[in-house]
């Protein structure tokens, strides 16, 4: 199934970033939702189509916001024009793009983006959710991605959903990342394989419901909220567990690589299972896991991932940890030290530190990021989000 954008939005040179605008009568959250970040999945921008068309100001509380994400590569049916519109949104990014004179394809639509965010930020104090809307290149069930922070946790359990934590340890600069950096409730949806009709079906449901989970539906149609629910249970076979990225293959520049046939998200695998070729030498999997979001495009320079299962034990005593603020007592072990503690950063010295592991550091809510050969930068969600924003929501 091939739908190009033409069908969704008028020939105009510039369409409007915003395509969907709903403002009800009376006061609530904003649900901002970001659709063709890749300008090869168009499942986002025809849900939303198919969903919001129909809803009216008097049936929601607040504003619901649909944005086109990369239009250019929409238009081109491609996943990026010059480079991926979501690996773009770091700090040095962000201040580079302030000198840019003459931005042109994907720094020209981040400008658009930015100046989006920067202005709906400074037009609420009400509570805002942002969710972008994605699909894969290889088969998956339906499922969520977070950065690890509890209100984006609490928020996507409300869906029964799998959920995958700590990509971003993995990935620089992606839009949500950066969301998360201010404090938000923000998720990435992944819908299903591009070219799949289902992955739209999806993708529906997730919009309706999380419209509903948000508190933007005034009196949500409950025919509607079983139908939906029990489309993402059949497309997800069930599965509500959480796991977390241990793993990710990354293809370097000018690297021959090719996955193997056959292979699918969330797909078990041992450790020495061969999964692709890298310039005609066979790679194994490192792991007995889960395989996750496996490359079947030729643009992208992810791999493939590894996933596996996170025990709902360190699930609640992370959430304990992080609840009494735990982490302050970090700082006392050796090698470790607050490198920004108002936003939460942690330094840590790797010629000191070397008995630590990462999934001690997760259990506090840091993430780490390389900084040179000898450090590694911890990066704390906790401290940074907004939990008194969203402290009466009916799902905190």
């Given amino acids: 199934m091939q739908v190009h954008l033409s069908h969704h939005i008028t020939s105009i040179d510039r369409p409007n970033r915003v395509f969907h605008h709903i403002r009800g009568k009376t006061p609530g959250a904003t649900i901002v939702f970001f659709a063709g970040i890749h300008g090869n999945e168009f499942a986002g921008v ?3 189509n198919s969903v919001l068309s129909v809803l009216n100001e008097d049936e929601v509380s607040g504003e619901i916001i649909g944005v086109y994400g990369n239009i250019k590569a929409l238009k081109a049916n491609k996943r990026f024009i010059a480079q991926d519109l979501n690996r773009v949104w770091t700090s040095k990014h962000l201040e580079d793009l302030k000198h840019q004179e ?22 609420t104090d009400q509570p805002i959710y942002f969710i972008d809307l994605h699909t894969t290149s290889s088969k998956t069930l339906p499922f969520i991605t977070i950065n690890d922070a509890m209100i984006n946790r609490k928020f996507s359990t409300c869906f029964g959903i799998p959920v995958v934590l700590g990509i971003e340890e993995y990935l620089d600069g992606p839009l949500l990342s950066y969301l998360n950096t201010l404090g938000y409730v923000s ?11 289902a992955a739209i079906k999806n993708c529906e449901a997730f919009i309706f419901l999380a419209l509903g989970h948000a508190g933007l539906l005034k009196q949500p149609d409950q025919k509607k909220v079983k139908w939906y629910q029990n489309v993402l249970k059949l497309a997800t076979k069930d599965i509500s567990t959480t796991f977390e990225v241990i793993y990710k293959y990354d293809i370097k520049p000018n690297e021959d690589f090719k996955m193997l046939n056959g292979f699918v998200s969330f797909q078990y695998i041992k450790k020495g299972t061969h999964l692709a070729n890298s310039d005609d030498q066979p790679i194994h999997a490192q792991y007995t896991a889960k ?5 079947y495009q030729k643009t992208g320079s992810d791999g493939f991932f590894i996933i596996r299962h996170i025990p709902r034990f360190f699930l609640k005593l992370s959430e304990f940890l992080r609840n009494i603020k ?19 950063i942690l330094k840590a010295n790797l010629t000191v ?8 550091f997760h259990l506090f809510g840091y993430r780490n990021k390389q900084l040179d050969q000898t450090h590694l930068l ?6 940074v989000s907004r939990k008194t924003m969203y402290k009466n929501e009916k799902w905190y």
């Fill in 46 to 48: 025809n849900a939303l």
């Fill in 102 to 123: 003459n931005p042109k394809n994907e720094l020209l639509e981040q400008r658009d983006l930015f100046k989006f965010i920067d202005g709906l930020l400074a037009s």
């Fill in 187 to 197: 998720l990435g949806f992944e819908s299903g394989q591009h070219e799949d009709p």
């Fill in 291 to 295: 395989l996750f979001m496996p490359l």
């Fill in 326 to 344: 735990a982490d302050e007592l970090l700082t006392f072990l050796p090698g470790i030290t607050w490198y920004n503690k108002a936003e939460g």
């Fill in 353 to 360: 530190a070397r008995f630590l592991t990462k999934s001690i």
């Fill in 378 to 383: 911890l990066y704390n969600r906790e401290r």
